[in-house]
Structures are given as structure tokens and as C-alpha cells.
């Protein structure tokens, strides 16, 4: 009783923030049925995953305050899972997909170990460091594909079982279920006995160990948490995309990307993933579609993400969450 | 009368310097003991080794009956000996009832429980006025009290208290004075204090142990400890020169 009254509780936001928020959900709801392109309706999913991602980060990154930078490795794991499991033994996404979460979770276990026996800079290189060991290893292992990746056959008819729709609204609508999953998990997470200790560890750990918390434990699980987040987007991306290849779904630009998309918007905030995916994918997709046509001019997205994370770093970084609180306490 | 804490001949040495030499005292249930010493005598480190922060060169440490020697902190929190730093730092993500609230979490699955007996602890603190405010916008005295109150939240049954009144004004040295006696006897936590600030520690201890370059050099009720010609020598000299300096200033 008391987790579902939690799960529903935003008493700590002003009603505005809380009213603006559901004004947005019912944007996300009716999108679908306003007229659009199949341009925006590409960008709102990519949103809705970028979204689910930072959600997912932001528990380890936010919260707890550890830098991650190799989230890519689990959604490959995700995606890969899905995909092979449909290629060859025909099983649903809705089965395969919480088993590439079960495998995501135990590979992160593993590397979360030792990991977390690292702090600051030397935790975010080294995750980014077993992201791409394991890009490596999918790249060259034949029975996942190697380094073309794998194609999922397109059934006959389309199947809610298999995730193959004509229409990209179903995508859209699946996707945006497991959003409120997610989003109404991590409300419930941040005020949980969990969420409370990883922001202490955060805080000051030293303290934080002193108050009777397994600082170690707290993260491994924590990491657990996000994982789980970014493996079922993964697996959801192998469906959508009907393809998955190694240099894409476990890049180092995609695990940069979610890290940054959570912090421009806002770490450890229940808002912040989301309005740095709003922010970002738009831009993203936008940029990507200006600069494909220019060859001389590949790379300067890249570049513009710099940028961004420079301001955000030096300006404030609670990213732009941050800035709206701080508006709001100078005029109180 | 059974020791809630007993410490037999810890050693503490970093690298070559040892800032623990042998060092035999122990704590009765029910007492209240002062530690004291010049700059740099060993007493947060003693009180590190204690809680677990460090791993003690040679010797045993034992709370409430069970060796808790080396073992890592958030283990001797468990087992109910609460500490706070000397010096206190929180970057300012929590709120002060959030902080508190990350202390009772320790005895408890339950939001609204830990919520509840922080409440509970605000009203012993006097916090009330400062709930919804970062700990980093507190004025140093009510820092002092939110770290004793989330160290109280975690419901021990011993408190290590490195400092807690320095940097206070004569008032509020008062006010923590009454504070720590509310602990001690009504809450019925032992109270073990490292502190300066003599009125204070004279005044509450039962005994007192003095540390000098990390030696135990005396132990004794307030009195005997006053008039110990080794420890004015090493430490209240100075000390009661230079507050007949400021005195007279
Ligand atoms: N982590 C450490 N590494 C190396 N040396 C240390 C460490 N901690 C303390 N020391 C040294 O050990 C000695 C004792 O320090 P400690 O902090 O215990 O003194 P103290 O009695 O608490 O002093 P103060 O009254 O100034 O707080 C000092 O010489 C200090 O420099
Ligand atoms: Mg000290």
C-alpha cells in the first residue's frame, strides 16, 4: 500500500511542475493521432528511447553520482539477445526481452565488481574501456553475426508478439508503456531507502559508510538498476530497427550520448533525462539530417556535443534542471 | 560493570609516522568519557581506527561485547557505534531531512517509518526551522547538529563525537553542552567526545583520556586531569595561556 501511494507521489514538486509534466503526457499521448511526418514521428521515438536510457543512467549517473560512460555494452547485449533468440529459435520480443535484461544484469554484476572498486575519472574511463572490449568481441564472434551485425526477418503478417508493425505508431505506443513503467519506477526509486543512500554516497562517501551503507553494494545494484533500463531499450531497438550491427548499438557515441542527454537535462532529477532527450534527439536528428547531405561537414555534430558539454560543465552542472531551480530559489 | 567499548594496545602507523601507540582504555556503559590532546596527537585517528575508517597496525577493539577490530565501517554502524567527522562536508544534493532520513534508513525498508523517527530526532535537535534547507546553507552550529542527528538516526548505542563544538559561541557551546547531556542520559546513548574546548569537556566527562603524539599520557576524572602536571605541560599550558590571553584582551 504504502509503495503505491510512493510510486504516485510528486508531493515534493510545486503543482506547476507536476501539471506542466502532465500537460506533456498528453501531448505523448495524442502525437500519434495529430497529423505528423514520418520524420517527427522517427525523432518522438528516438526521444521516448533516449528517455528510457537517461532514466536508466540516471540512477547510477544521477543519483549516485557515477559517471558511466559504457551504457552502450548493455543495450547490445539487449538488442543482441532479442535478435538472436528471434533469428534462430523464434522466440517473442516479449520473451527474449527480459532475458537479455537477465543477461545484462549478470555481465553486470560482473564487471561491476571491479569497476566499483574505482572512483571519479578512473570509474568513467574504465567503463568505457568494457564497453568497447566487448564491441570488440561481438565484431568478431560468428555465431551473433560478427562485424555485420545481424537482419531480422519480417514475419507476414505484423505481430505484437514479435514487435513487427507497419505502422510506426505501435512502436510508438509500446514504447511509450514502458516510458510510464519506467518513469513511475524511478519516482518510486529516488525516495526509496536505496535512492536515499546512493544520493548519500554521492554526497560525501565517507560519510555515507559511516551511517551503516555498503557504499560498493549500494552501486552494484544501483548499476543493476540502470542496466535493466537500457537492455529492454536495447532489445525494443533490434525490433524497431529490424537490423543491429556492432559499431551501432554498442558505440562509444551512444554511450556518451546517453550519459550527456541525462546531464544537459539534468543528473539526479526525475525531470532531467527527459528534457535532455527532449532537447537533444530533436537537435540530434535535425543535425544528422542537415549534415548527411554535406560530406565536408560530417563530424561537426560531434563537435557541437562538445561544446555543449563545456557550457553545461562550466555554467552549471545540474544541467538545465539545475538552472531552473536556481532561477526559482532567487526569486523566493 | 561490563565496557560498551574496550580498546587493548592499538597501534596506528602511517607509513612512518605511528599516530597511535599502544593505546588501552575502554568505555563503562553509562559513562560519558572525554578525549583530549594538542593538535595532532592522534584522536581523530583513534576514533578512525575505531569506527573501522582505518585498519589499525596492531591491536584488538571490542564493542558491546563483540571484536569489532578492522572491521569496515558501515559493519560497526550496524552493530550500533555512530561517529562524526571533524570535519564535515556535504556537497548539498540532500536536504536536511533527507540527511537525517539516510540515517534511520539503517533500521528500516520503510519510507514513511524513517520519515517518522526523523522527525522525531529534528524535534530532540531543534532543527525544525531548517528541514527543507540544504546543509551547506546552515550556519555551523546547526551543521554540527544535523551530523549528530543523522549519526543519532542511525539508532546507536554509542556516539563518537570529534569536535562538535568548535567553532561555536559561548551560547550555542551551551546549548551543545545540554545537547549532549540530553544523549548521554535521557536518549541513554554513551557519549565519547573528542574536544578543545575545555569548559565543555571538563564540565560533562566523567573521566577524561589525554593523547599526546599518540601516547595515552594520563586518564582520570576532570579534576585529576587539570592538575596533572604532564598534561599542562603537553597541552592545557597552552591552552589556559592563551584563554587568560583572551580574557584579558
Ligand atoms: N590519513 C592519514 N595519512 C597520513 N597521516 C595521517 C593521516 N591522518 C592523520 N595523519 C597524521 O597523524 C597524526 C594524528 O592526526 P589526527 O588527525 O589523529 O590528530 P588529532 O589529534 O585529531 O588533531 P586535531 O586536534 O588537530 O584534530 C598527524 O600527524 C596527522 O598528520
Ligand atoms: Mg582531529
Redesign the pocket.
Known amino acids: 500500500m504504502e509503495t503505491l501511494r510512493n510510486i504516485f507521489d510528486f508531493s515534493d514538486f510545486p503543482r506547476k511542475d507536476v501539471a506542466v509534466f502532465g500537460l506533456f503526457c498528453v501531448f505523448l499521448f495524442i502525437f500519434p493521432l495529430i497529423p505528423h511526418s514520418s520524420f517527427s514521428m522517427a525523432t518522438m521515438i528516438q526521444f521516448l528511447m533516449f528517455a528510457l536510457y537517461g532514466m536508466g543512467w540516471n540512477t547510477i549517473g544521477g543519483y549516485g553520482g557515477q559517471v558511466d560512460l559504457g551504457k552502450a555494452q548493455f543495450a547490445g547485449i539487449g538488442a543482441y539477445t532479442t535478435a538472436v533468440m528471434l533469428i534462430r529459435w523464434n522466440v517473442p520480443f516479449w520473451v527474449s526481452a527480459p532475458i537479455g535484461m537477465g543477461f545484462a544484469i549478470i555481465w553486470s554484476f560482473v564487471i561491476g565488481y571491479p569497476l566499483f572498486r574505482m572512483r571519479g575519472h578512473y570509474f568513467a574511463i574504465a567503463t568505457i574501456a568494457t564497453s568497447l572490449v566487448l564491441l570488440d568481441v561481438f565484431q568478431v564472434w560468428d555465431f551473433v553475426g560478427g562485424a555485420q551485425g545481424l537482419e531480422i526477418p519480417l514475419k507476414k503478417m505484423p505481430s505484437f508478439l514479435y514487435l513487427q508493425f507497419r505502422n510506426d505508431a505501435y512502436y510508438y505506443y509500446i514504447l511509450l508503456f514502458l516510458f510510464f513503467i519506467g518513469f513511475f519506477y524511478i519516482n518510486w526509486f529516488r525516495k526509496s531507502r536505496l535512492g536515499f543512500q546512493l544520493r548519500a554516497i554521492k554526497d560525501n562517501e565517507e560519510v555515507a559508510r559511516s551511517l551503516g551503507i555498503n557504499a560498493h553494494w549500494c552501486k552494484i545494484k544501483a548499476y543493476a538498476i540502470a542496466t535493466s533500463f537500457v537492455a529492454v531499450v536495447g532489445s525494443f531497438h533490434a525490433c524497431y530497427n529490424f537490423n543491429i550491427e556492432p559499431e551501432d548499438i554498442m558505440s562509444l557515441d551512444l554511450s556518451i550520448l546517453i550519459a550527456m542527454m541525462a546531464m544537459v537535462g539534468g543528473a539526479g532529477s526525475l525531470w532531467g533525462p527527459i528534457i535532455g532527450a527532449a532537447v537533444l534527439v530533436p537537435l540530434k536528428s535535425y543535425l544528422g539530417s542537415w549534415l548527411g547531405g554535406k560530406a565536408g561537414l560530417a563530424g561537426l555534430d560531434l563537435v557541437i556535443y562538445a561544446l555543449i558539454i563545456m557550457v553545461i560543465a562550466a555554467f552549471e552542472p545540474r544541467g538545465i534542471w539545475g538552472i531552473v531551480e536556481k532561477a526559482r530559489r532567487k526569486r523566493t | 560493570m561490563t565496557p560498551i567499548l574496550e580498546v587493548q594496545g592499538v597501534t596506528?602507523d602511517?607509513?612512518g609516522?605511528r599516530?597511535?601507540n599502544d593505546i588501552s582504555f575502554s568505555v563503562q556503559k553509562g559513562e560519558l568519557l572525554g578525549l583530549i590532546?594538542?593538535?595532532?596527537?592522534?584522536?581523530?585517528?583513534?576514533?578512525?581506527c575505531v569506527a573501522g575508517v582505518?585498519n589499525v597496525t596492531a591491536g584488538h577493539i571490542f564493542f558491546d561485547g563483540r571484536e569489532i577490530t578492522n572491521k569496515k565501517p558501515y559493519e560497526i554502524a550496524r552493530l550500533g557505534l555512530a561517529r562524526t567527522f571533524?570535519i564535515f562536508v556535504a556537497s548539498g544534493d540532500l536536504s536536511v531531512l533527507e540527511n537525517i532520513m539516510v540515517g534511520s534508513f539503517l533500521r528500516t525498508h520503510s519510507r514513511s517509518v524513517a520519515k517518522q523517527r526523523a522527525e522525531e530526532i529534528i524535534d530532540i535537535m531543534e532543527l525544525g526551522d531548517h528541514v527543507d534547507h540544504w546543509v551547506s546553507e546552515l550556519p555551523v552550529a546547526a551543521q554540527k547538529r544535523v551530523a549528530m542527528a543523522t549519526a543519532l538516526a542511525t539508532q546507536p548505542k554509542m556516539l563518537l563525537l570529534?569536535?562538535v563544538a568548535a567553532g561555536l559561541n559561548p551560547t550555542e557551546i551551551d546549548g551543545m553542552m545540554a545537547l549532549i547531556r540530553q544523549i548521554h542520559y535521557d536518549m541513554g546513548i554513551n557519549v565519547m567526545l573528542?574536544e578543545?574546548v575545555m569548559e565543555l569537556v571538563m564540565n560533562i566527562s566523567h573521566r577524561v583520556i589525554v593523547?599526546d603524539s599518540?601516547n595515552l599520557i594520563a586518564e582520570g576524572k576532570p579534576e585529576e586531569i587539570k592538575q596533572n602536571p604532564e598534561v599542562i605541560k603537553a597541552y592545557l599550558g597552552e591552552r589556559f595561556v592563551a584563554q587568560q590571553r583572551r580574557e584579558g584582551a
Open positions: 596506528k602511517f607509513g609516522l599516530a597511535n590532546g594538542p593538535n595532532g596527537a592522534g584522536k581523530s585517528t583513534l576514533f578512525n582505518y571533524q570529534d569536535e573528542i578543545h593523547l599518540g
